[in-house]
């Protein structure tokens, strides 16, 4: 009678578990918004799988956060948004650049963050949303 070893099923099952358990961190960006769920277009995958994004978060006190700084669960203030900006546009002008705004934070907070955005020398600057849910029939 043969016999199946599985001890090598059970070592290669713990090391996608490892890999899964350090990986699983790094894939949230920025902090947790109420995005708005309006009907907009997605962006280009082509533009996404060149450059990574450059992400301005406001949550819901309306707070900036940006992904690409030394710490991106800590709020950053507004000069630190514009240094940050120039230099990750000065290093690749074509970085998309995305504003991901709590649903509630007051609309001009948000165009204080776009304005950073575009004195630090980002061209274009898009709005993060959730799609539409699908009407129930």
């Known amino acids: ?25 790094l894939l949230t960006q ?10 907009a277009e997605p962006l280009d995958p082509d533009l996404l799988a060149d450059n990574e994004p450059l992400v301005l978060s406001i949550d819901r006190d ?3 956060y940006l992904n690409v700084s030394d710490n991106p669960g800590a709020p950053v203030d507004e000069d630190t948004v514009l240094a940050t900006t120039a230099a990750v546009i000065r290093r690749n002008a074509e970085t998309p650049v995305i504003v991901k705004a709590d649903e509630n934070v007051p609309w ?3 165009a204080r963050g776009m304005v950073l955005l575009t004195q630090a020398g980002a061209a274009k600057v898009g709005i993060q949303t959730d799609p539409l849910e699908p009407a129930a029939e």
């Not at 009678?1 to 961190?25: K, Q, W």
């Not at 920025?30 to 009907?39: Q, T, Y």
């Open 1 to 25: 009678m043969g016999e199946i070893n599985v001890v090598p099923y059970i070592d290669v099952m713990l090391v996608l578990l490892i890999i899964f358990m350090i990986t699983a961190p």
């Open 30 to 39: 920025g902090i947790s918004v109420d995005l708005p769920a309006v009907g």
């Open 62 to 64: 309306g707070a900036f």
């Open 108 to 110: 001009g907070r948000i």
